[in-house]
């Protein structure tokens, strides 16, 4: 059977450097369509639990359960897709991204009860782990180094657009209660995405794992020169040999363990500030704060805009400002921002003492997290490990993160009954100081420093920047 995934060398005509840098971009665009519906599917359910609830008859744990699935199946997508797109390519793996995220968003839309769409949003969940895995890797894998950092970031920006994209389809279908319609248009994008995949080539750094080098070198001279090109089929080569020699087991001996450990908490620290509780529940404690349903939607709305915004300058700055700074002052701010939302709810004895300052509450609480924690857990995790152990190591900070988002997913609303708004709310910010803490003594500023400088300064031999 003739391949499918390769592609010629190309033709003479615009240099390989210019030509290749729209290549690049374009490839990485569709790739990063995985991160568009991962932002979606996890954000569209925000609005539709306030009409799937009553249809449904859901009582409080049974609409957590709901969202939760999806995680569930984060979870179990995160611990397969590992394994698959080592064995398969990057880009069959992304098609069959697309392919289930297809499935899960129709039979959601035709879930006729509470169990078809746990079940749907479950199937949802293994796209969504399969792309957090695939997307970044594939991506990094095409991209030339100089433009690597930020084209392996545009996969959080498009996890943004795709939060906010599902906010404004929820208020469109507000006055129809249309939630089947808010869940089943997750299959636009993935259409496109599976479209757009079966035109892209697979990733250079697989092929040569796998013993076709021609092929490899073909896909290269598409977006490097002929040197560049096989200057890098050797690095691979170099790389993957390194890597075939660890396992697991020395991730955990104590040269690797303090970067492992700073990897886990920087994913720790991005759940347990409780950034999911806002993103899936916003609508509903809104809602329980008074405001009638397009009221609360439309107020999502706003918080979405500023996630997706804050998110972009973020890009611009990460190379400038550099990650430290961004991660622990956009922290600090995440802290302040929670201890400000438990004081309205305080000081309103159990509902907000201002509804407009529990809207710019959470406005500032998002816009701060969006350039710190939003973009370090992805970021952070590529950079802290040499580049032998990456792939391996960065799966502890990816296992922690869907394990977290899940447990959170799944006690909200029940914590909230349990400890009241405000003691959510300050216990989150609880979290985010112990986390700003490890990280201000632990973590070393990465930018425009080797992987194996920062290795070392993880290992004390040399002061963190």
């Known amino acids: 059977m003739a391949r499918t995934d390769t592609v010629l060398p190309p033709e003479p005509g615009a240099p390989p450097r210019k030509r290749g840098r729209a290549a690049v971009i374009g490839a990485s665009a569709v790739a990063a369509l995985g991160g568009f519906l991962f932002g979606y599917d996890t954000g569209i359910i925000s609005s539709a639990l306030l009409y799937i609830a009553p249809e449904f008859h859901l009582s409080s744990g049974m609409q957590q359960v709901t969202v939760a699935s999806l995680l569930l199946g984060a979870i179990v997508g995160v611990l397969v897709s590992g394994a698959v797109t080592d064995a398969v390519g990057r880009r069959r793996t992304l098609l069959s991204a697309a392919g289930i995220f ?8 035709a879930a006729p009860n509470d169990a078809v769409l746990i079940g749907a949003r479950f199937v949802l969940g293994l796209a969504i782990g399969t792309a957090s895995l695939a997307v970044p890797a594939y991506i990094a894998e095409i ?74 070198r073909a896909v290269l001279c598409r977006t490097r020169t002929a040197e560049e090109a096989e200057r890098e089929v050797r690095e691979i080569e170099a790389l993957a040999a390194q890597e075939s020699k660890i396992g697991y087991r020395d991730l955990l001996r104590p040269a690797m363990r303090p970067a492992v450990m700073l990897g886990v908490v920087v994913a720790a620290t991005n759940q347990l500030v409780g950034v999911n509780a806002v993103i ?77 300052l529990l809207v710019a509450g959470l406005c500032l609480y998002i816009g701060a997290f969006a350039p710190s924690l939003g973009l ?54 609880v979290f985010g100081l112990l986390g700003v803490g490890y990280l201000y003594r632990k973590l070393p500023e990465t930018k425009g420093r080797s992987l194996e400088d920062i290795s070392a300064s993880l290992r004390g031999e040399r002061a963190a920047a």
């Open 102 to 109: 297809t499935v899960g968003a129709l039979g959601c839309a």
């Open 143 to 216: 991209a030339p180094k100089e433009s690597r950092g930020k084209l392996v970031s545009l996969n959080q920006l498009m996890i943004t657009v795709g939060i906010f994209v599902s906010y404004l389809v929820g208020y469109a279908f507000d006055d129809s209660h249309g939630w089947r319609w808010m869940l089943g248009l997750g299959a636009v994008p993935s259409l496109l995405m599976f479209a757009g995949v079966l035109r892209l080539s697979e990733s250079p750094r697989w092929l040569l794992t796998h013993g076709r080098p021609d092929e490899a």
């Open 280 to 356: 899936y529940y916003a609508p509903t404690m809104l809602k329980q704060a008074g405001f009638a349903s397009s009221a609360a939607i439309l107020s999502s709305l706003g918080i979405g805009l500023v996630n997706m915004v804050l998110t972009g300058i973020a890009l611009l700055l990460v190379d400038r400002v550099g990650r430290r700074p961004l991660l622990l002052g956009g922290t600090g701010v995440v802290v302040l921002a929670l201890a400000l939302l438990g004081a309205l709810y305080l000081f309103g004895g159990g509902q907000p003492a201002n509804s407009g």
């Open 376 to 429: 370090a857990i992805w970021l952070i995790n590529s950079e802290i490990f040499p580049t032998a152990a990456r792939g391996k190591a960065s799966s502890f900070g990816n296992v922690t993160h869907w394990g977290l988002d899940f447990a959170i997913s799944l006690t909200v609303l029940t914590t909230i009954q349990a400890l009241t708004p405000t003691g959510l709310f300050w216990l989150y910010a």
